[in-house]
């Protein structure tokens, strides 16, 4: 039983002071405050149960967006220890959602591989929370503990009930204090889903059920025997895969785990995920690293000893085996070490040598268990070697070509008057009828325009010698300076803020995405260093009497109407195109800097963004019918 603990001593004191502190400066424990920092609450109590999915004491997680959103958290793992913790000399569970830094001290033994907040989330999202509630399943007691008011016990750890003995685990519901959370405290069920299909791929055999009992009811379960092998099937499905296995490789060295799944297909693009302890490492790292200098080691081993590689011929590049290549790294490291801008860059030394080792012993033993399908990769390898050198040969005629073209070039693009390229924007618009009013609303000094002839060429079906040929590409290669590929040199980025400026449609939607793809596979760099945008043309004109409002969406425009005086009439239309607007509403509603709404384009929804790509994009029709039609209302928001 519980031994008595008189209230308000010293260590109550302290966890007061503790959650304070995390109140003051939420920022610092979960980046933001907006729909993110939401987010990212129900990620530190997830990571708890993945924790002890990883432990091996947990198969089955349960996450339930409740009708007042608040969040529910089940798993079926040991449960929080529930007795007295001796250093604090209050419960245990009270402990790690009280008290910051008690992750690992109290959790005796093991490693944290989840990644998070390393075992402080507990006590921020209660820090962060209107109210938070634990049940834990244990020893035939169901255990409770409430927390009111930004993480204060209501009353001590009690025991409410009880359960059968061979019930154990977690359960913690909370909601979000709106206090801190202003922007909004609605979840994104997509944003959730996301997620959690993700650690689902991640932590194979590891069932998750997402489950959305607020209007719209909806449940998922997710669950992937394959893990990552399944992912990779997932990412290729809407393409052409060119030899039969995915191909599955693991190992383990100096207790750091290496798990990698590729499969090539007939596209041109590259889809490569690396993770590591379940965190996407956006920038690579010695994980990565030591995987693709492996890949391209043993291609070219493979080739050159099977004499499909002549002795005269040069080898195969990094780019040329990577390809059409959908792959998959995942690592689990003990102490992993983050570097690079967003911290998600592996940089730990020792691992570069061992992802290598590891991957290249699995990737030659199938390279010569399956000569059919080995042979077909090189081919893919050869075929991209060559078109390289015919692009680069194209590139050089560009760059010529680019010189004497200068003039007529720059006839279509309208530059800014500024060469300050950190004030200077380029609104990238679609069709001729939005860019005549663009040019008259803009800002002549920081703002150049950029037509574009309706639907540019989709880059996710062509190759780079044909994407260089294309005069609506070249045009924007141009107009942003960077060049590409090899050549890309941010430092030469003319505009620091590159805004596509299309209508508030199906074909907007269409064109931007295709300007994203665009982006997404040859400017990477740009969207990670934040400087790709999308305007946000208003979607309603509201007229009455005298004045026209123009709102962005649904929400304002019911938000709008209810705000005005009881019987005044008014009309409401659907704006069709930028076109519709004269140059001053246009400049008032999306361009001018002071009231316009820009939405920036977020490498980590480039994820979900490349299968949209994949299935608005890529070959096959069907696929793309169907998600037209089942997003035609979401579409404005779907790919960014
Ligand atoms: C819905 C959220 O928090 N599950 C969970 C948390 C813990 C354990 C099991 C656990 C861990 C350990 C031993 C250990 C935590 N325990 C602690 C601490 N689900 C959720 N399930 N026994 C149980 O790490 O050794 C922190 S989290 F510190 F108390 F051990």
């Known amino acids: 039983m519980e031994k008595e603990i008189k209230h308000y001593d010293d260590s109550d004191i302290q966890v007061l002071e503790g959650l304070e502190a995390i109140r003051k400066r939420p920022g610092m424990y979960i980046g933001t405050?907006?729909?993110?920092g939401l987010h990212h609450l129900v990620w530190e109590i997830i990571d708890n149960s993945i924790d002890e999915a990883l432990a091996g004491y947990c198969d089955d997680i349960e996450v339930i967006i409740n009708p007042d959103n608040s969040i529910t958290v089940k798993d079926d793992g040991r449960g929080i220890p529930t007795g007295i913790n001796e250093k604090t000399g209050l419960s245990t569970v009270e402990t790690v959602f009280t008290k910051l830094h008690a992750g690992g001290k109290f959790?005796?033994?093991?490693?944290?591989?989840s990644g998070g907040l390393h075992g402080v989330g507990a006590s921020v999202v209660n820090a962060l929370s209107s109210w938070l509630k634990v049940k834990i399943y244990q020893n035939g007691n169901v255990y409770y503990i409430r927390f009111e008011n930004g993480g204060l016990p209501v009353k001590k750890l009690e025991i409410i009930d009880k359960c059968s003995l061979d019930r154990t685990g977690t359960t913690v519901t909370f909601k979000p204090d709106p206090k801190i959370f202003e922007e909004t405290t609605v979840f994104d069920y997509e944003i959730l889903r996301n997620r959690i299909r993700e650690l689902a791929f991640l932590n194979k055999g590891l069932r998750i059920i997402l489950c959305d009992d607020r209007a719209e009811k909806k449940k998922e379960e997710f669950l992937y025997h394959g893990g990552i092998s399944e992912y990779v099937k997932l990412i290729n499905k809407n393409k052409t895969p060119i030899h039969e296995d995915i191909i599955h490789i693991s190992g383990e060295e100096d207790n750091i785990f290496l798990e990698v799944a590729l499969q090539y297909n007939s596209s041109y693009a590259t889809s490569l995920y690396s993770f590591v302890n379940n965190i996407n490492t956006y920038e690579g790292g010695t994980h990565e690293e030591g995987v693709r200098r492996a890949l391209t080691r043993i291609i070219n081993n493979y080739a050159r000893k099977n004499n499909i590689l002549k002795e005269k011929d040069e080898s195969l590049t990094g780019d040329d085996v990577k390809e059409g290549l959908t792959m998959i790294i995942s690592c689990k490291h003990p102490n992993p070490q983050f570097e690079g801008q967003t911290k998600t860059k592996l940089g730990n030394q020792e691992v570069r040598k061992i992802a290598d080792s590891i991957f290249s012993e699995g990737f030659e033993r199938f390279?010569?268990?399956?000569?059919?399908?080995?042979?077909?990769?090189?081919?893919?390898?050869?075929?991209?070697?060559?078109?390289?050198?015919?692009?680069?040969?194209?590139?050089?005629?560009?760059?010529?070509k680019g010189a004497l073209e200068l003039t007529n070039q720059w006839g279509k693009l309208t530059d800014c008057s500024s060469r300050d390229a950190s004030i200077s924007e380029i609104f990238i618009v679609e069709g001729d009828s939005a860019a005549g009013p663009a040019k008259q609303g803009r800002d002549s000094k920081t703002q150049a325009i950029l037509p574009i002839k309706g639907k540019i060429l989709n880059v996710e079906k062509a190759r780079l010698d044909k994407i260089l040929g294309n005069e609506e590409i070249r045009s924007i290669i141009t107009a942003i300076g960077t060049g590409i590929g090899e050549e890309f040199d941010i430092s030469k980025l003319r505009y620091h803020k590159i805004i596509t400026m299309t209508d508030a449609d199906i074909d907007g939607a269409h064109i931007r995405t295709l300007l994203l793809t665009l982006f997404y596979r040859y400017f990477r760099p740009l969207i990670e260093k934040g400087h790709i945008y999308a305007a946000q043309p208003p979607l309603f004109k509201i007229t009455h009497g005298k004045t026209t409002k123009y709102v962005l969406n649904e929400k304002e425009r019911?938000?709008?109407?209810?705000?005005?005086?009881?019987?005044?009439k008014y009309e409401i239309v659907?704006?069709?195109?930028?076109?519709?607007?004269?140059?001053?509403?246009?400049?008032?509603?999306?361009?001018?800097?002071?009231?316009?709404?820009?939405?920036?384009i977020n490498i980590e929804d480039a994820m979900v963004a490349d299968e949209t790509f994949q299935i608005l994009m890529g070959e096959e029709v069907e696929p793309r019918r169907k998600f037209i039609e089942e997003n035609a209302l979401k579409v404005k928001n779907l790919d960014i």
Do not use: F, W
Not at 372 to 396: F, G, S, Y
């Open 574 to 600: 659907r704006m069709k195109g930028l076109g519709e607007m004269d140059s001053i509403e246009l400049r008032e509603t999306t361009m001018h800097i002071d009231t316009r709404t820009l939405v920036k």
């Open 367 to 400: 390279l010569l268990e399956n000569p059919n399908q080995a042979r077909i990769i090189i081919d893919k390898c050869l075929t991209a070697a060559r078109a390289r050198i015919a692009a680069k040969k194209a590139r050089e005629l560009t760059r010529r």
């Open 558 to 568: 019911n938000e709008y109407i209810a705000s005005l005086p009881e019987n005044t």
């Open 107 to 113: 959790g005796g033994g093991g490693y944290k591989v």
């Open 33 to 36: 405050t907006g729909s993110r």
